[in-house]
């Protein structure tokens, strides 16, 4: 079965960095668009940063410049790496995989806390 397994998040001051990791398994990876979604408390969940499977990229408006999303065909993994971190980037952070219109698979998430 697909499984999405993230590492990489903790607690960090305003201004650092952190580089958040997806190792995916039991998919064709190279076929996928991978992303990095976030959710914090009481907000909806939102989509921070794309990469298709052709290598480009899209990236949310409060994140631009300041992340980076890259992927690694030949090791099934997916990065971002988030720098200049802000307390209002604290949240739980997802890795999906999507083919359709739809992500098809959720990782189990990683939080990232941010603090002022």
């Known amino acids: 079965q697909v499984q999405l397994v993230e590492s990489g998040g903790g607690l960090v001051q305003t201004g650092g960095s952190l580089r958040l990791s997806c190792a995916a398994s039991?998919?064709?990876?190279?076929?996928?668009?991978m992303g990095w979604y976030r959710q914090a408390p009481g907000k909806e969940r939102e989509l921070v940063a794309e990469?298709?499977?052709?290598?480009?990229?899209y990236y949310a408006d409060s994140v631009k410049g300041r992340f980076t999303i890259s992927r690694d065909n030949a090791k099934n993994m997916v990065y971002l790496q988030m720098n200049g971190l802000k307390p209002e980037d604290t949240a739980v952070y997802y890795c999906?995989?999507?083919?359709?219109?739809?992500?098809?698979?959720w990782g189990q998430g990683t939080q990232v806390t941010v603090s002022s």
């Open positions: 999906a995989a999507r083919l359709g219109a739809q992500p098809d698979n």
């Open positions: 039991g998919l064709t990876f190279r076929r996928y668009a």
């Open positions: 990469i298709s499977s052709r290598g480009s990229t």
